[in-house]
Each structure stands twice: as C-alpha cells, then as structure tokens.
C-alpha cells in the first residue's frame, strides 16, 4: 500500500519564490527540457518509467519498473556537479523526441511521476532512498538556509513512513526489521508505531523551528504553521487507520491551534447538510477539516473522506469500522485486490449500448469473472459494460431532499479503467444516497457536472433532471447567495519577508462563487440582482490587495456580462500580468505549469474574451508579444 499524497487544490500562488540553487545545478524544468530537446524516450514496456533523479553529485536518468517495487532498469548520469557540463546518454535515442513540448510539460507538472516541487525544495529527490541521503548529509544540525530545512522536514516524513507503510518503491536500504514491508492489512507493531512517531516527530521540529524563525516562508500548501499542523493531523489519521486510536486522540491536546484552518474547517463544513458524507481532493479542504473535527469537536456529524486515500484498502476498512458509514464491497475482496484499478475489457458479444444497474455491477466486479491476465501470476478484475445505471427510488430520496427537478436514474459512463477510488464513490452512492447527503469539494472529478449541485463551499450529488437547468440554478443562486451573506470575509494567510505580502487561501472558492451568482441572476434574467453583486465584488477592499491568478478569469468574464467592461478589462490585465511573470520565472510554487505555446493560447482566449466586448487592451497584446519572444 502506498502513502498518497493529497492532491494540493484551491491553493494557486502565481509568485517566484528563490529555490535552492546550488551553484550551478540546473534546475529540474532546464535538465527535462534539456533531455527532451536532445532524446528520445519511448518505454519498452508499458510498466515503465523514465525519472529524473537529482543527487548530491549532479543529475541522473532512469529507468524505472512501476510493478517491480520502481526497481531500477538502467540510469545515466546526465549532469555533473564538480564539471559542470552535461554528459551524452547512450541509452536513449539521439536527436529531440517528437512530443517535446508535451512530454517536458507533462514531467514539469508532475504528471503521474514526482512533482516540480519536491525537485525545487528538496537538496536531494526523485530516486529511491533521497530521504536517507537528506537525513544523513543535513540531520545532524538544524540547517540555517530554510529550503534546506524545510527539504530535511520532507525527508523525515518520507523516512517515518517506513515504518508503517513505505510505499516509494526500491529495495529497503538496509535490513531492519522494522522497515521491512508488510502487507496491506499486516499489523503495525508497537515498535513501528514508535518509530513512526519519532521521525515524524523530527520533521515537525522542522516545520516549528521554520515557524519561530521565518513564519512568512511560503510552501506550496501555505505557510510553516500550515504545514505543522497537517504533519500533525497526518499522524493523528495514520494512527486512526492502524489502530491505533488511544494514541491517536493523545495527539489531540498537543495539536498547535491555527486560526487560519479553523476558518477553512468552518467555511467548508458548515456548507454540508446535517450527517453528510463529504468527499475532499486536496491539502486545504481535507486537513483544516479533520482539524476542526478533532481539535475543536466541530461537525463531527459530517464523515469527511479524502478522494485518494478511498484508493486505499486499509483506509477504506479502517473508515468502515471507525465510523458509520456502509459499504456493500466485501472486505475480503479488499484484502485480496493486489492493484487500485480495474480494466474494461470489451465483449464483441455485447452491444455498445448496453447498461448495467450499479448493484450488479460493483457485485460481479468484485468476483473477478472475467479477469484480464496481466502475467502467469497475476490477475486484475475487469468489466465488460460501460455504461452504469442507478435506479433511484424517489419516495426514498425525497425524504432527506425534497425537490422538484430529482431524476429517477443516475448513469455513469465509465472509461477504459476505473480506479479504486471511484469505485468506492460508486459504492457510496449505492448505500448512502437515500441516508446520507453526499457532497463534493470540487466539480472536477468522477461525478457528471449534471449531477452536482452547488451549496455553497461544497457541491451536492444528485440525480438532477439534465433538461431543467433553470430549475437546478435557481435552487444554486439562492445557496450561494446565502452562503456569501455568512462568509464574506476572505481567509487571509500572511506570507513573506516580515509577513508584508498576504493571499486570500480560499481565494478561488470566494471569487468562483461571485461569478456564478452573477452568471445565475443574468441566466435568470434578474440583472439588477447580478449589478448588485457584480458592484460588491468591485467594492472589495481585497480586490487590489490580493494577487489575480487565473482563477479570477471567472470574474472578468462575469463582469464583461454585467456590463463592467473597465473593470473587466483591468481585471483581465492583472491576471494576465502575473501570469506572464509566473511563466517567465518559473517556480513549484505556481502549481500549473504551462509550455510556451500554451501559455500563448491562454492569453490569446483573453483577448479574444475581450474582442468580443469590442474591449480593446494593448497592454494585453503587449504581454503576448513578451511571450512569444521569451525563450522557454
């Protein structure tokens, strides 16, 4: 079983930020470009994986196998430290591979391989054993340079994990018992539980002594008391999942207190209907609301699942002994399921059009009928229909929601594999629907768009009748109107040198919000009621104060609608601005990576937004010109 990291959402900072460059070192964007620009990489097996691995002498590639522990394949020094040079590959075909551009992009982001941002922060990452290597050259003091110590925290983390769930692939670097691996639903001893508490204990240290020293460092998921306390909340559901509950409650009183995650806690669950079930993606609508649950006892009513972690067998049973919610999938299925996915795998006796109702589907999935044979020895189950149908029962459903445009049937439309983690969110349809709301954090995700209704900070899963739009943003203008009424106030996280920079941490949720209450009351045909909040959306003090990133777009084209074109338009130009800057100087920090083309295309779409309100803006067009100069 391997440790996931939570996917980091609503949390977009468009600012550069100093990384930790030592000396020479290229950085990661500049060695991916620099290697896709000069070979070409295709796998030979479909298992595996080309990485990068930066260490203390310089930059490697590799060739990793996914399905045998990530063991190493072949690996290349590329690039020389005490040379400082590049050196020729003679693994990998000469001359710029093809798909360049969308491979360097797609290695940049982080796409299905270690992210940009662990490159940026740590001294040594992206190999098998980087933690021991952090621990071993820079443990043994606190180091002055806050990169450093903030790498040596994540170092920690990663090391404590071997004790309980090690999930980085490779061979273990020695012959402790005690990091040995063990299977998914294997007992943690004792004596693994205290070393896992002790190291996590090391990379707490860290994160408080960047906190009493520079409280305005920034990290991706926010600031160094962020950061504590989701390490805190990390070992308190840690301990919870293995067991260890007593110990995990004893964590409790130490917690430290964030007003920053009180907010966020408060913003999101107060937006869930009573005895909810709240499915959350990412850092910052996960750990501020188990903190608030724990820390605070509040909406403890609501079970908040985290998205990835439901891709994890023994999260999902500890969830299911440790608290009320039903799953129909056999736990013993569970045990014996050796990957997170499952395949579709096409019957030509079947007609494409073919449904299945959902009870038969998760039922017949989990006796392996038709498994697709991956190797003499192993079996993955499969599917053979697409197309899954919910019948619901109305009377039932009307219930715990009373409303009008509710369908009589649910259909999710599957690809070609489905992951575990969608598979339990179908089975959470299955068993919950009629007693439970559901609800989701984000709109992206498994979940059609038309069976997602906004309520304010989160949304609701419904069967929605698809031909009754009006009928759906009537019932969503009146939620978020009221939501906005209670929660007006931005959650401001101060950050930077003396804390003089500041950012609004929920940012794109509040301004989001704005937009579709304009868009809605325009839909609807009420524009005085779209002037209306389009005017106090102009009236935010916090309008100039916090930086527009492309979250913000939603509003100018809101704005534009409504009839405030200059605002729009100096809108536009504010994102656009620190958009190009971002591009220009790159840093983990800004989430999204973007090449140089689509870059381009993005600001292009602005202007053309703009041209459609015969909005003319030459500082636009000034800032695409920048662009296409500006060598990647």
């Not at 991916?32 to 000069?38: G, L, R, S, Y």
């Not at 840690?238 to 409790?252: D, F, M, P, R, S």
């Not at 049937?409 to 959470?428: A, C, E, G, K, S």
């Not at 104060?545 to 609608?561: E, Q, R, S």
């Amino acid at each position: 079983m391997k440790r996931v990291t939570i996917i980091v959402l609503h949390f977009t900072v468009l600012f550069s930020t100093a990384s930790n460059a030592q000396g020479g070192m290229p950085s990661f964007p500049e060695v991916v470009n620099k290697f896709f620009k000069t070979y070409t990489y295709e796998p030979q097996e479909r298992t595996d994986q080309l990485v990068f691995a930066k260490r203390a002498n310089g930059w490697s590639v590799q060739v990793i196998d996914r399905l045998q522990n990530d063991s190493i394949k072949t690996e290349e020094f590329f690039w020389d430290n005490r040379e400082n040079r590049f050196h020729p590959l003679n693994g990998f075909a000469q001359g710029p591979d093809s798909a360049a551009t969308n491979k360097t992009t797609a290695f940049i982001r982080g796409d299905g391989g270690p992210s940009a941002y662990g490159y940026e922060r740590c001294r040594y990452f992206g190999y098998d054993n980087w933690d021991v290597d952090m621990i071993n050259d820079f443990g043994s003091t606190i180091p002055a340079n806050d990169t450093l110590l903030e790498g040596l925290a994540r170092a920690y983390s990663v090391y404590a994990d071997r004790y309980i769930d090690y999930g980085k692939g490779g061979k273990p670097y020695d012959n402790d018992p005690l990091k040995a691996k063990l299977g998914k639903f294997a007992p943690r001893s004792p004596e693994r539980i205290k070393q896992f508490m002790f190291h996590h204990g090391k990379a707490i240290d860290c994160y408080r002594k960047l906190q009493q020293r520079s409280p305005g460092y920034l990290m991706l998921t926010g600031t160094p008391e962020m950061l504590l306390v989701n390490d805190q909340i990390y070992q308190y559901q840690q301990l919870n999942i293995y067991g260890y509950t007593k110990e995990a409650n004893a964590l409790v009183a130490g917690m430290q207190k964030s007003e920053i995650y009180s907010q966020i806690g408060h913003i999101y669950l107060n937006a869930c209907p009573p005895n909810s079930i709240l499915i959350t993606y990412g850092d910052n609508d996960t750990y501020p609301l188990w903190y608030v649950q724990a820390k605070e006892g509040f909406r403890k009513d609501v079970l908040v699942l985290n998205y990835s972690l439901l891709g994890i067998a023994k999260y999902i049973t500890a969830v299911k002994i440790n608290s009320p919610v039903a799953f129909s999938t056999n736990p013993g299925f569970l045990k014996k399921l050796k990957y997170e996915y499952f395949y579709y795998m096409e019957d030509s006796r079947q007609a494409a059009d073919v449904t299945i109702p959902l009870p038969t589907f998760i039922d017949e999935l989990q006796k392996t009928k038709y498994p697709y044979i991956y190797d003499a020895l192993d079996t993955i189950p499969t599917y053979r229909l697409k197309t899954v149908v919910f019948d619901v029962n109305l009377p039932r459903l009307k219930k715990i929601c009373n409303q009008s445009n509710l369908a009589s049937v649910m259909t999710f439309r599957l690809n070609d594999y489905l992951l575990l983690n969608d598979f339990m969110l179908l089975d959470i349809v299955r068993t919950s629907l009629y007693t439970r709301p559901l609800c989701v954090t984000v709109q992206a995700g498994f979940f059609p768009y038309e069976y997602l209704q906004r309520e304010g900070s989160v949304y609701r899963v419904l069967p929605l009748i698809e031909n009754q739009p009006q009928a759906k943003i009537r019932i969503e203008v009146a939620k978020i109107e009221n939501y906005l009424l209670k929660n007006d106030r931005p959650v401001e996280m101060k950050y930077g040198k003396n804390l003089q920079q500041s950012d609004d941490v929920l940012h794109g949720i509040q301004t989001g919000l704005m937009a579709e209450l304009i868009h809605g009351y325009l839909y609807l045909k009420n524009t005085a009621k779209a002037k209306e909040w389009a005017e106090k959306y102009i009236a935010r003090p916090d309008l100039k104060k916090f930086p527009a990133t492309i979250v913000d777009f939603v509003m100018a084209d809101a704005l534009m609608n409504a009839g405030y074109t200059d605002e729009a338009k100096t809108l536009v130009e504010r994102i656009a601005n620190n958009f190009v800057e971002s591009q220009k100087h790159f840093s983990a920090l800004n989430y999204s990576y973007y090449s140089k083309e689509e870059a381009i295309s993005i600001l292009a779409y602005m202007k053309t937004l703009l041209d459609s309100k015969n909005i003319k803006s030459s500082k636009l067009e000034d800032l695409i010109n920048e662009l296409n100069k500006y060598e990647e």
